[in-house]
T-cell receptor, first 114, second 107 residues
């Protein structure tokens, strides 16, 4: 089946630093990638949708200057949390889709900002 | 804006029992997907339903899509501890997720 790799799985950083999370589709070309945020015991909240070669579309309330998304190729999208603060600590999950196919999810990145 | 609701929010049952969880939308689904998520991992797709009235079976799991394509149910027969997890429904077009049902199956 389709595989999406997300890296790193865990990261701890100091407040004020930036963190980059990578999402790769390993065996298919992902025309669209999605970034979600999930708080403990809650559902996934869609942050943004990115299409290869174009700017990401952010959901209402998500700061595009704080959560930078780059979808440079059909197999790689990155999310950079800039100037991270403790309230940015969360579980970030990416998913990838090839057109109208089902979503394939990465295993998530647990970010802890100290 | 489409709103998805899921019920119950939490469910704790004994091994061997049957259960049904529900997903409802404020608008018509183009297609609906059910996922299961275990702690610390990404969601895993269980099924996609497209046609109103459709029923799909996956071993002990039975998925129904409402005739009007605004609701769906997931029925688990003879639940096992391995079924424990967060069950999420999602719109297959805009990939918005419901709040989920957290299922715990006790041995």
């Amino acid at each position: 089946g389709a595989v999406v790799s997300q890296h790193p799985s865990r990261v701890i950083c100091k407040s004020g630093t930036s963190v980059k999370i990578e999402c790769r589709s390993l065996d298919f070309q992902a025309t669209t990638m999605f970034w979600y945020r999930q708080f403990p015991k809650q559902s996934l909240m869609l942050m943004a949708t990115s299409n290869e070669g174009s700017k990401a579309t952010y959901e209402q309330g998500v700061e595009k200057d704080k959560f930078l998304i780059n979808h440079a190729s059909l197999t790689l999208s990155t999310l950079t949390v800039t100037s991270a603060h403790p309230e940015d600590s969360s579980f970030y999950i990416c998913s990838a889709s090839a057109g109208f196919s089902p979503l394939h999810f990465g295993n998530g990145t647990r970010l802890t900002v100290t | 804006t489409q709103l998805l609701e899921q019920s119950p929010q939490f469910l704790s049952i004994q091994e061997g029992e049957n259960l049904t969880v529900y997903c409802n939308s404020s608008s018509v689904f183009s297609s609906l997907q059910w996922y299961r998520q275990e702690p610390g991992e990404g969601p895993v797709l269980l099924v996609t339903v497209v046609t109103g009235g459709e029923v799909k079976k996956l071993k002990r799991l039975t998925f129904q899509f409402g005739d009007a394509r605004k609701d769906s149910s997931l029925h688990i027969t003879a639940a096992q501890p391995g079924d424990t997890g967060l069950y999420l429904c999602a719109d297959g077009q805009n990939f918005v997720f419901g709040p989920g049902t957290r299922l715990s199956v006790l041995p």
